[in-house]
């Protein structure tokens, strides 16, 4: 698109198309059992022009902002010690040049693909599609989707400053990215990735092609219109397939199936009803048999006693049978000891074991020595022996009550049986008494019931049927669609390419127009002491002729802050091809060290957002995760996490309040 077509770059332009690029609406992280979302819609149920995130440090700010960055792609996502072992996926929902979309992936092991589908999150959409991340250039992958609406699909970048015999790498959606996500990390003196060469030339790059004053224009619009004719031929081809399926199922089209449904719908509400007041007047009918009921419930209370008593009764036998035999074994026992002294003579020692002489006097222990050997023995063990007599007593005692016990439940046990019998018999006449006389009433209700469920069922086909053919319907609009928008595209680049030669592009307008609104925005701030404010030509900024490296860490942040929002204002006010949507992560950084000055400065900052996305900047989205926003914005908090249990909400994670 030439610049005369895009719209002047002044303060009170009016883009062509405000609805082209990315909205942010919802961010769902889902865990197991819950999910933690972050709205970012206005009353009206569109984008918030201005969305700002409030809070304590640690409870999750600049979280929410990474996670919308891991949803459009970035290789991996936070790892707080909150956050990982509950949440499983996180969901970002977005409108594509005002299609609603569901961009989806999951959290634990950063995933190589995400799944996409239109709609809203809260609705049923379309099967959602898996799309890679890499690479980039492929025609399915997530960034070539996202890059198509923003109007940049099929941008090739140069690796190397010389154009000449430079190989060119396509343009990624991550690249793009460096234009909508400002982090605090940029903001410590590495706002362009100087630091790093290649991420240095493909950003000035980036913003080249953003603004189309790309220096080897015509050859990226040649290389851009023949990608993309290759994929709107792939798409027209599997349009037409699509089509043939659609025709072959003889759906019709959408007015009729949407007919179709709702009337299955209607169908089945009113086959819920009729089988709510079928069942109200069964148990009318069947009401005079309560009596018969309240008796057959006793029964079955009866039986299951009865039945209960018998297994207990068994229980107990199986239990005591063993304890019996072992008792009988242990007066056993007992009784041969008890008879032992008298059935074996004590062996008794009556001649020297050295020299076999018979001695005069029997030997015996005296004075604790053995009068044999004279060996000093050890002292009697107190307490007196164990009275084997007693022991086989009590044994008999406890063998007698177990053998009581015992023919006590095997002779009550049939008896038990007997009622068991007798209460499972009750319970089944009961049954068949509630049956006899409720069968009249009940009967004619049956043939109702079955032709009720019959209906439902064939609404609920009727119902599926229609839903899936809207579900085919929708996706070959899409499919039609989205080649009505390729073709669009193409008709677009093959006039730019026609005007290339006509009208080179102008960089040094661009820079001089960013380079005028940088100096703008900090003038409105007040910079302190500000002279020679400007961006040169390798999109560097400079303020009182310096670097933006050589001013302190509060400057670096407004200079930040600054050149950021200077490249996306004009972008917007261009109709230029960026996205439409900027994240800011700590605006304040660095201002505290002046409270007094660092909070008037921050009012003017959001002074100014709110001014400018009201006006130049209307349809346009800036979302901000600040500390501590200024009254001026606290009509744009979407939500103020405490860090406090009493406050809720905590953080993010609302429930993690350690």
Not at 303 to 311: L, P, Q
Not at 572 to 577: A, D, G, Q
């Amino acid at each position: 698109m030439t610049e005369a077509g895009r719209g002047s770059v002044g303060h009170g332009a009016v883009p062509a198309d405000r609805t082209h690029g990315i909205r942010l609406r919802r961010l769902r992280l889902a865990a197991a059992e819950r999910s933690y979302d972050i709205d970012f819609r206005g009353a009206d149920g569109s984008a918030r022009a201005l969305s700002v995130i409030a809070g304590a440090f640690g409870t999750g700010k600049t979280t929410v902002l990474e996670f919308i960055d891991y949803c459009l792609g970035a290789s991996d996502h936070p790892r707080h010690p909150e956050v990982m072992p509950r949440v499983r996926s996180a969901a970002l929902e977005v409108d594509l040049s005002g299609a609603p979309h569901v961009v989806e992936r999951t959290v634990g092991e950063p995933s190589t693909w995400a799944t996409v589908r239109s709609g809203r999150l809260d609705e049923q959409g379309e099967v959602a599609k898996r799309r890679p991340l890499r690479p980039a250039a492929h025609p399915s992958s997530l960034s070539s989707l996202l890059l198509s609406y923003c109007k940049l699909e099929g941008i090739h970048l140069r690796d190397a400053p010389d154009p000449a015999g430079s190989p060119a790498d396509p343009l990624s959606f991550r690249e793009l990215m460096w234009l909508c996500l400002l982090l605090g990390d940029r903001l410590d003196g590495d706002l362009l990735f100087e630091r790093q060469p290649v991420r240095h030339l493909t950003l000035r790059q980036v913003v080249d092609v953003v603004f189309d004053v790309h220096d080897d224009r015509p050859l990226r619009l040649g290389r851009q219109i023949r990608e993309l004719e290759e994929r709107a031929a792939a798409a027209r081809v599997a349009y037409a397939a699509a089509q043939e399926l659609v025709e072959e199922q003889s759906l019709g089209d959408t007015a009729l199936l949407d007919a179709a449904r709702e009337g299955a719908m209607a169908e089945q509400a009113a086959a819920d009803a009729e089988l709510a007041e079928l069942d109200r007047r069964t148990l009318a009918a069947a009401g005079f048999a309560d009596e018969l009921r309240d008796r057959y419930r006793q029964a079955v209370e009866a039986a299951e006693e009865a039945v209960t008593a018998v297994r207990d009764g068994e229980t107990q036998l199986r239990r005591m049978l063993p304890l019996r035999v072992q008792y009988a074994d242990d007066v056993s026992k007992l009784t041969m000891l008890s008879e032992a002294e008298e059935v074996f003579e004590p062996v008794r020692l009556t001649a020297c074991p050295v020299c076999h002489t018979v001695p005069a006097t029997t030997p015996a222990i005296a004075e604790g020595r053995c009068g044999l050997c004279q060996t000093e023995l050890p002292a009697e063990p107190s307490g007196a022996a164990p009275d084997v007599g007693a022991e086989l007593a009590a044994a008999k005692t406890r063998l007698a009550e177990l053998t009581r016990w015992v023919e006590e439940l095997e002779g009550g046990l049939p008896a038990l049986r007997t009622t068991a019998e007798q209460a499972l018999a009750a319970e089944v006449a009961a049954a068949a008494e509630v049956d006899a006389a409720t069968a009249g009433a009940v009967t004619p209700f049956l043939g109702e019931r079955d032709a009720l469920a019959r209906r439902r069922q064939g609404a609920a086909v009727v119902h599926e049927r229609a839903a899936a053919g809207l579900r085919l319907v929708a996706s070959l609009r899409r499919r039609a669609q989205d080649i009505e928008r390729q073709e669009a595209t193409i008709a677009s680049l093959r006039e730019e390419l026609a005007e290339a030669g006509q009208s080179p592009p102008d960089r040094s307008a661009v820079i001089g127009r960013i380079s005028e609104r940088f100096a703008e925005l900090l003038a409105e701030w007040r910079y302190p002491k500000l002279a020679e404010a400007y961006v040169d030509e390798r999109l560097v900024p400079h303020v009182r002729g310096q670097r933006y490296t050589a001013a302190s860490s509060g400057g670096r942040t407004l200079i930040a802050l600054a050149w950021q929002l200077a490249i996306f204002e004009v972008a917007w006010e261009t109709n230029s091809s960026h996205p439409g949507f900027l994240l800011i992560d700590s605006p304040q950084r660095s201002l505290v060290d002046n409270p007094v000055a660092g909070a008037a400065t921050i009012a003017r900052v959001y002074r100014h957002l709110r001014r400018w996305l009201a006006g130049p900047g209307t349809g346009a989205q800036i979302v901000v995760a600040d500390n501590a926003p200024p009254a001026e914005a606290e009509e744009d908090v979407i939500v103020r996490f405490s860090r406090r249990s009493d406050q809720p909400p905590y953080g993010l994670i609302d429930d993690e309040t350690d």
